[in-house]
């Protein structure tokens, strides 16, 4: 399941639709950005960041912008498919640990767990972060 790419109070209230959907005893699994290894980066690039990809002729471009007020990676993607320029925005939520840990418990969840994308305890290193959270 996605968390982070809505508001704050919408977010919320898919975590607690999701722990009233689990039995008890049931798990939720969450594959969320390293909150760390992103800003990390931006931090490096004045809290901005490019990425491009490239397939043949095809391009994606997302800039970057992290809004310390929001907690929200702005993106601006641009898009060049068969020479056809399209432009959108989006945001993604970043969680560090303490805070969908919060927003976890606060949903009903009794226990949760962080790992990075080898199932590893989390660290400051990790790609990924996924959160296990029990109900």
């Given amino acids: ?23 008890p ?7 969320l950005l390293s909150f760390q290894r ?12 490019t990425v491009l990809q490239e397939r043949g002729d095809d391009l994606l471009v997302d800039r970057n912008t992290y809004d310390v007020a929001s907690g929200r990676i702005l993106t601006e993607r641009i898009s060049v498919r068969d020479g056809r320029v399209r432009r959108y925005p989006f945001s993604t939520r970043l969680f560090p640990p303490s805070e969908i840990g919060s927003w976890l418990r606060d949903a009903g969840f009794a226990e949760v767990g962080f790992f990075d994308q080898d ?4 660290t400051l290193a990790a790609r990924r972060m996924w959160v296990v959270a029990t109900a």
């Avoid at 005893?25 to 594959?31: E, F, H, P, T």
């Fill in 1 to 23: 399941p996605s968390c982070g790419y809505f508001g704050d109070d919408t977010d919320r209230d898919v975590l607690r639709r999701f722990h009233r959907a689990l039995k």
């Fill in 25 to 31: 005893g049931g798990r939720l699994a969450l594959d």
């Fill in 38 to 49: 992103i800003l990390g980066g931006m931090a490096a690039q004045g809290g901005q960041s």
């Fill in 119 to 122: 199932g590893e305890p989390y």
